[in-house]
């Protein structure tokens, strides 16, 4: 076989074997436990990094703005637009190729002929009437900035996704320590009445009332722990750590920053600065470029070209050619699919300004709902603490009067856990009113990131 023939057959069968060997040396089993244990690795890492210390609410933000999922693959978005609009850009560049080639005549050829012999070509271009890749390049770079305006405001929602998880944890805490607090009176309830039962001096029902209470509060327990460790799992979840991390928080949450304003000021302050009306200009602009491109397509285009090749072949009139001019296209006629898309995107821009109306309104009444969402939760908060207050008074005097034997031992034991009930509802309603006011933040767009905290200090 000649060498040429050889050489031929020998390149693609090394690469199809190469790629035969890749495939077979892949295995899913090796590569998950790899993945698992460098990952675990690394989540050990962050957990030795970060869970030094109780933490507060700025340092759960503060780590979940550089670890949760969402930010990141934000950023990332973010960065593929700017490749995105830099790709845009290279369309008012010039276009430069270069080829190269050998040829090798294995038969005999007549003496005036190379039987060897290379050639190369290169070839610029540069467009000169183009209308369409300036409006292509301004909507790439609305799209870049769009992405940034996108990626804040995922942080934004990341900050009130954290600070609600916090709350739930720090109210589950409370909500614990309430229960067990609850639990033990209604131990030494139990063995009080149960032992007044055994002589005689209560109903054995009510005995049983009272251990049944005990055991009630028990099981409630029981389940805030288990609550506990599930709300533990989300906020660390959040935080871009594992769920069985060990977690203390400190408590501290920092002052509540409550809006200032009339309903109607607060509507007009997250209109001017909400991120989703900001996304929705920029998308109205991004369709207004997509028309003027559709409308690119019924002008000509130019531009120009320059070519140069060589050869080392004998035979050529000349060995150096050069080509130089202009070029120029113009659809006439392409069974009006141009129109048709011109149309489509005056249709496509009709509709992004729709949506962007939509918004508009959908900002007004989340605020709207906000807003009446903090004022619910401070009038709620303060009627369960009144509930309470009235609860505990009335087991207070149902208590005493049961132990004078003024009143059945049932009612005391039913308005303790009366009181129980109220007690709980008040804890879990201690810090609604925060988590309402953060949602009023992010409603209205006002949700401040931690270097814009540090900066207004």
Same mark, same amino acid.
């Given at each position: 076989?000649?060498?040429?023939?050889?050489?031929?057959?020998?390149?693609?069968?090394?690469?199809?074997?190469?790629?035969?060997?890749?495939?077979?040396?892949?295995?899913?089993?090796?590569?998950?436990?790899?993945?698992?244990?460098?990952?675990?690795?690394?989540?050990?890492?962050?957990?030795?990094?970060?869970?030094?210390?109780?933490?507060?609410?700025?340092?759960?933000?503060?780590?979940?703005?550089?670890?949760?999922?969402?930010?990141?693959?934000?950023?990332?978005?973010?960065?593929?637009?700017?490749?995105?609009?830099?790709?845009?850009?290279?369309?008012?560049?010039?276009?430069?190729?270069?080829?190269?080639?050998?040829?090798?005549?294995?038969?005999?050829?007549?003496?005036?002929?190379?039987?060897?012999?290379?050639?190369?070509?290169?070839?610029?271009?540069?467009?000169?009437?183009?209308?369409?890749?300036?409006?292509?390049?301004?909507?790439?770079?609305?799209?870049?900035?769009?992405?940034?305006?996108?990626?804040?405001?995922?942080?934004?929602?990341?900050?009130?996704?954290?600070?609600?998880?916090?709350?739930? &944890?720090?109210?589950?805490? =409370?909500?614990?320590? %309430?229960?067990?607090?609850?639990? $033990?009176? #209604? /131990?030494?309830? !139990? *063995?009080? &009445?149960?032992?007044?039962? =055994?002589?005689?001096? %209560?109903?054995?029902?009510?005995? $049983?009332? #009272? /251990?049944?209470? !005990? *055991?009630?509060?028990?099981?409630?327990?029981?389940?805030?722990?288990?609550?506990?460790?599930?709300?533990?799992?989300?906020?660390?979840?959040?935080?871009?750590?594992?769920?069985?991390?060990?977690?203390?928080?400190?408590?501290?949450?920092?002052?509540?920053?409550?809006?200032?304003?009339?309903?109607?000021?607060?509507?007009?302050?997250?209109?001017?600065?909400?991120?989703?009306?900001?996304?929705?200009?920029?998308?109205?602009?991004?369709?207004?470029?997509?028309?003027?491109?559709?409308?690119?397509?019924?002008?000509?285009?130019?531009?120009?070209?320059?070519?140069?090749?060589?050869?080392?072949?004998?035979?050529?009139?000349?060995?150096?050619?050069?080509?130089?001019?202009?070029?120029?296209?113009?659809?006439?006629?392409?069974?009006?699919?141009?129109?048709?898309?011109?149309?489509?995107?005056?249709?496509?821009?009709?509709?992004?300004?729709?949506?962007?109306?939509?918004?508009?309104?959908?900002?007004?009444?989340?605020?709207?709902?906000?807003?009446?969402?903090?004022?619910?939760?401070?009038?709620?908060?303060?009627?369960?603490?009144?509930?309470?207050?009235?609860?505990?008074?009335?087991?207070?005097?149902?208590?005493?009067?049961?132990?004078?034997?003024?009143?059945?031992?049932?009612?005391?034991?039913?308005?303790?856990?009366?009181?129980?009930?109220?007690?709980?509802?008040?804890?879990?309603?201690?810090?609604?009113?925060?988590?309402?006011?953060?949602?009023?933040?992010?409603?209205?767009?006002?949700?401040?990131?931690?270097?814009?905290?540090?900066?207004?200090?």
């Amino acid at each position: 076989m000649p060498p040429s023939r050889l050489f031929q057959w020998t390149i693609p069968g090394l690469l199809l074997l190469a790629l035969a060997a890749g495939c077979a040396r892949f295995d899913p089993v090796r590569a998950r436990r790899d993945h698992t244990e460098a990952f675990t690795s690394n989540l050990a890492a962050r957990v030795e990094a970060e869970l030094t210390r109780p933490l507060s609410l700025d340092d759960c933000v503060r780590i979940a703005l550089s670890n949760n999922y969402a930010v990141r693959k934000a950023d990332l978005d973010r960065e593929l637009y700017r490749i995105g609009k830099n790709v845009a850009f290279t369309a008012f560049l010039p276009n430069v190729a270069a080829s190269a080639g050998y040829t090798i005549y294995e038969k005999e050829m007549p003496q005036q002929h190379e039987r060897r012999f290379g050639t190369a070509d290169l070839t610029a271009g540069m467009p000169v009437f183009m209308p369409s890749t300036w409006f292509l390049y301004a909507a790439a770079r609305h799209g870049y900035a769009a992405a940034g305006v996108a990626a804040r405001y995922v942080r934004q929602t990341i900050v009130l996704q954290t600070s609600v998880r916090y709350f739930n &944890v720090l109210v589950q805490l =409370d909500t614990i320590a %309430a229960l067990e607090t609850q639990l $033990d009176a #209604a /131990r030494q309830t !139990a *063995d009080r &009445v149960g032992g007044l039962a =055994d002589e005689g001096l %209560a109903a054995r029902w009510e005995g $049983d009332q #009272a /251990r049944m209470a !005990a *055991d009630l509060r028990e099981s409630e327990l029981n389940q805030a722990r288990r609550q506990l460790a599930v709300l533990r799992g989300e906020l660390l979840h959040d935080l871009g750590l594992p769920p069985d991390a060990p977690l203390e928080l400190s408590g501290d949450t920092g002052e509540p920053r409550l809006p200032q304003g009339d309903l109607e000021d607060l509507v007009l302050q997250a209109l001017e600065v909400h991120p989703e009306l900001a996304l929705a200009d920029r998308q109205v602009v991004i369709q207004d470029h997509q028309v003027r491109q559709a409308f690119c397509d019924f002008l000509p285009t130019i531009s120009l070209f320059s070519t140069g090749s060589w050869t080392g072949n004998d035979l050529a009139a000349h060995a150096e050619n050069w080509v130089s001019g202009f070029q120029g296209a113009w659809t006439l006629f392409d069974g009006l699919a141009n129109v048709a898309r011109y149309r489509a995107a005056k249709v496509e821009r009709q509709q992004t300004r729709l949506e962007r109306e939509n918004t508009f309104l959908s900002v007004m009444v989340g605020v709207v709902a906000a807003e009446a969402a903090v004022r619910d939760a401070a009038e709620t908060a303060r009627i369960r603490r009144r509930a309470y207050d009235v609860a505990a008074a009335k087991w207070a005097d149902y208590d005493a009067k049961a132990r004078e034997g003024l009143l059945p031992l049932s009612d005391a034991l039913d308005a303790r856990a009366a009181m129980d009930l109220a007690q709980v509802a008040m804890v879990r309603s201690r810090y609604q009113e925060r988590i309402a006011i953060a949602s009023l933040e992010l409603a209205m767009g006002l949700t401040l990131l931690p270097q814009e905290n540090s900066g207004r200090e």
